[in-house]
């Protein structure tokens, strides 16, 4: 009923950008909380950020003061923009949205697929 599309990752030096998008779609009342977990080969997900519908954000101690993240609420999209980037930074990085599906009055937690970030030089 609800998908959530990750693009924007790729291959970037130590001390690089990166932003990454996600776009909600689908049968959508409402989308309450947004944000972004990211998983590095032998390591459980582990939260990055994340955005509240009204902007509110927290971030993991590790990104803090690198990563900053913003949502279009009229195109569903939530944003993951990140500088300063470190080899650790390396994961394929998952959307997270808490949705409340049209003609249901409880929200579901939807995952995107994943897009790998690899930071490398």
């Known amino acids: 009923q609800v998908q959530l599309v990750e693009s924007g990752g790729g291959l970037v030096q130590p001390g690089g950008s990166l932003t990454l998008s996600c776009a909600a779609s689908?049968?959508?009342?409402?989308?309450?909380?947004m944000g972004w977990y990211r998983q590095a080969p032998g390591k459980q997900r582990e939260f990055v950020a994340v955005?509240?519908?009204?902007?509110?954000?927290a971030y993991a101690d590790s990104v803090k003061g690198r990563f900053t993240t913003f949502r279009d609420n009229a195109e569903n999209t939530v944003y993951l923009q990140m500088h300063s980037l470190k080899p650790e930074d390396t994961a394929v990085y998952y959307c997270?949205?808490?949705?409340?599906?049209?003609?249901?009055?409880?929200?579901?937690?939807?995952w995107g697929r994943g897009t790998q970030v690899t930071v490398s030089s």
């Open positions: 955005i509240a519908s009204a902007g509110g954000t």
């Open positions: 689908g049968s959508i009342f409402r989308i309450n909380a």
């Open positions: 997270h949205a808490d949705v409340v599906v049209a003609g249901t009055p409880f929200s579901t937690n939807y």
